[in-house]
C-alpha cells in the first residue's frame, strides 16, 4: 500500500489515531513526524506512548532532546531536534539504543537528525486543514506498509 491520508478534524482525532496505531504494534518502529510547530506532533507522541503502556508522564523533549521508557520488555524513544542545528550535535547523546531489536523510536523534525537516526518504518506528516489537521502516513518498509493497511 502507498501513503495514507487522515482528516483530524480535532485533537480527541489526533489522540484516537495514535492509540490506534499503538494498539497495532507488535514489534519494534521507527517513526519520523513531520509538520510545522502546533500542527500536532507531540500530542500523536504522547497519544502512541501512552497507548503503549508508558505509564509516567510523556514529556515533551524540546529541551531534553531524548526521553526514554520503559514498555514491558522493550524501550521506547520520543527524540524532538527542532533544536539540533547540525546533526553531527547528535553525537554526544549516545542513541546506539535507538537500534536496539524491539525499540519504539518516534523522532519529531527528523530532517534536523538526517545520517544519525535509524531510517523510518514509517513518515508521518501532520499539517493544519482548515480548523482541524491532516495526517499522511507513508510506509517506508514492509512494517510500515502492514501497520498501514492494518489501519485502514
Given at each position: 500500500?502507498?501513503?495514507?491520508?487522515?482528516?483530524?478534524?480535532?485533537?480527541?482525532?489526533?489522540?484516537?489515531?495514535?492509540?490506534?496505531?499503538?494498539?497495532?504494534?507488535?514489534?519494534?518502529?521507527?517513526?519520523?513526524?513531520?509538520?510545522?510547530?502546533?500542527?500536532?506532533?507531540?500530542?500523536?507522541?504522547?497519544?502512541?506512548?501512552?497507548?503503549?503502556?508508558?505509564?509516567?508522564?510523556?514529556?515533551?523533549?524540546?529541551?531534553?532532546?531524548?526521553?526514554?521508557?520503559?514498555?514491558?520488555?522493550?524501550?521506547?524513544?520520543?527524540?524532538?531536534?527542532?533544536?539540533?542545528?547540525?546533526?553531527?550535535?547528535?553525537?554526544?547523546?549516545?542513541?546506539?539504543?535507538?537500534?536496539?531489536?524491539?525499540?519504539?523510536?518516534?523522532?519529531?523534525?527528523?530532517?534536523?537528525?538526517?545520517?544519525?537516526?535509524?531510517?523510518?518504518?514509517?513518515?508521518?506528516?501532520?499539517?493544519?486543514?482548515?480548523?482541524?489537521?491532516?495526517?499522511?502516513?507513508?510506509?517506508?518498509?514492509?512494517?510500515?506498509?502492514?501497520l498501514v493497511d492494518d489501519l485502514a
Amino acid at each position: 500500500m502507498s501513503a495514507r491520508d487522515w482528516h483530524l478534524p480535532d485533537e480527541e482525532a489526533t489522540i484516537a489515531l495514535g492509540q490506534r496505531l499503538a494498539a497495532l504494534l507488535h514489534g519494534g518502529l521507527v517513526i519520523y513526524l513531520h509538520g510545522d510547530l502546533g500542527a500536532g506532533k507531540t500530542t500523536f507522541a504522547r497519544a502512541f506512548l501512552r497507548a503503549l503502556g508508558v505509564g509516567e508522564r510523556v514529556k515533551s523533549p524540546t529541551y531534553s532532546l531524548v526521553e526514554g521508557y520503559d514498555v514491558g520488555n522493550r524501550r521506547a524513544f520520543h527524540l524532538d531536534l527542532y533544536r539540533i542545528a547540525d546533526p553531527g550535535e547528535l553525537e554526544w547523546l549516545g542513541l546506539d539504543s535507538l537500534a536496539e531489536p524491539g525499540a519504539v523510536v518516534l523522532v519529531e523534525w527528523p530532517e534536523r537528525g538526517v545520517g544519525a537516526l535509524p531510517p523510518a518504518d514509517l513518515a508521518i506528516h501532520i499539517g493544519h486543514e482548515g480548523s482541524g489537521r491532516t495526517a499522511r502516513f507513508d510506509p517506508a518498509s514492509d512494517v510500515g506498509r502492514r501497520l498501514v493497511d492494518d489501519l485502514a
